[in-house]
């Protein structure tokens, strides 16, 4: 979203309409751009002779897409889109 | 040379005299046959409701009505509750607490010290008395303490007078009509605009008129945000969806309107929605999602992962989120 610039000066978020003037930064999807996030999980992981190893060799991945006009997840949040895959790992190698 | 100089005084006190009559009165033709300069600024909130009554256009435009009746602009001032709230913060937070602001108490606040808000949420303060801005945020307040304090009956009675006000047929098909008013003219007391000329079978309202922003971004635009508002003494800023559409998608190739998006592709008409409506939702990102394990190692540590990547583009003409 655009970021309010609190009365238009400084590096601090204006809160209610009343106090923003300008934007800091504008962190949300500008149109027709294509947008890329990454993310990574660790796998649990414990200690065995010889090193370490996965506790699990299978995740269950949800990704959600959340829409918060209130910016928290306490008022009226709004799913848009979710995703869901399990990921594996591999159990021999090196 | 006394007389000379008595002569020259007078001619000059004269041209101020004439100067003067020139400059007063408002600038452009018109101005005179709209609603508000007809009626009158409005002294209550009735007064003002009752300016800008469109009961009538119910008879005839009822599913435009129902529509319309389910959308975040027939109750601009209390939302949910959650914008009347924060009408009442602007107020404590802001003019209260600002030292300049000339604001002790509610009743102190004036139409200037409110257009902050309504110049979006309630354009058509501008037609009323500060009598009309004291009685609002008194009304504010009582509705804020009554639900404090669980009195229904208040709360109930405030509610009525804060719905009573808000962005109706009037506002948008004649108040807000025109935009450019010297090029097109001030819109006309008993004219409806919209897509073309003609008779209008309304006794309040009995002729057509074709507004060439109707279908126009611009429309929207005087209220859904281009960022602080530098006309006012002490700026404020809400929506800035109308700047993000001029400048990331307009500017960089995007040709639809908001009409286009939020009334006509999604048939949603008047009731005009956005991030809640599924239509909307669905229209406005393409989502895409993968992930897959791997190891990574760090010299001789070894940690499992999944990488997950999510690739978003916004289909919408704005930033989103925004509004």
């Not at chain 2, 002569?7 to 041209?15: C, D, E, F």
């Not at chain 2, 256009?57 to 009746?69: L, M, P, Y």
């Not at chain 2, 209390?78 to 300049?100: D, E, K, Q, S, V």
Request: hydrophobic residues 35%; proline residues 6%.
């Amino acid at each position: 979203m655009p970021i309010p610039q609190q009365f238009g000066r400084g590096d601090r978020m204006g809160r209610g309409p009343y106090e923003k003037s300008g934007i800091i930064e504008d962190n949300g999807l500008p149109p027709n751009k294509r947008v890329e996030e990454r993310f990574e999980v660790p796998f649990p992981m414990k200690e065995v002779d010889g090193g370490r190893q996965p506790s699990v060799y299978e995740l269950d991945v949800q990704v959600k897409l959340w829409y918060l006009p209130f910016g928290t997840m306490d008022t009226s949040p709004h799913l848009w889109r979710e995703f869901s895959t399990t990921v594996a790992v591999s159990k021999q190698g090196k | 040379m006394r007389r000379l100089q008595s002569g020259k005084l007078t001619a000059l006190l004269i041209l101020a005299l004439f100067a003067g009559t020139a400059q007063a009165g408002p600038a452009g033709i018109g101005q005179r046959d709209t609603i508000a300069a007809k009626a009158g600024k409005a002294r209550t909130i009735a007064e003002l409701a009752a300016m800008y009554d469109s009961s009538s256009c119910v008879d005839c435009h009822q599913d435009a009505h129902d529509q319309w009746a389910a959308s975040p602009h027939a109750r601009p001032l209390f939302g949910t509750g959650r914008t009347a709230a924060t009408f009442r913060t602007a107020i404590t937070n802001g003019l209260m607490a600002w030292p300049y602001s000339g604001v002790k108490v509610p009743k102190d606040v004036k139409v200037e010290h409110l257009m902050g808000c309504a110049k979006c949420h309630l354009p058509q303060l501008a037609d009323a008395t500060d009598a009309v801005a004291s009685e609002l945020a008194v009304s504010l307040f009582a509705w804020a303490d009554a639900v404090g304090s669980g009195d229904d009956a208040v709360r109930e009675r405030e509610e009525k007078k804060l719905l009573s006000l808000n962005i109706n047929c009037l506002v948008c098909h004649n108040r807000n009509a025109i935009v450019h008013k010297w090029t097109d003219g001030y819109p006309q007391k008993g004219v409806v605009y919209g897509s073309h000329d003609g008779p209008h079978d309304s006794a309040g309202f009995p002729k057509l008129a074709r507004s060439p922003i109707m279908s126009e971004s611009i429309l929207c635009g005087q209220c859904h945000g281009l960022g602080p508002n530098l006309e006012l003494d002490n700026p404020t800023q809400c929506g800035t969806g109308y700047g993000s559409y001029l400048w990331a998608y307009r500017a960089e190739g995007g040709r639809e309107t908001c009409q286009d998006c939020h009334m006509r592709k999604s048939k949603l008409g008047h009731k005009i929605l956005s991030y809640s409506d599924p239509a909307m939702i669905k229209a406005a990102l393409d989502f895409e999602a993968d992930a897959e394990g791997m190891y990574w190692r760090d010299g001789t540590k070894v940690s499992a992962r999944a990488v997950v990547r999510v690739a978003m583009t916004n289909r919408s003409g704005h930033s989103i989120p925004d509004g």
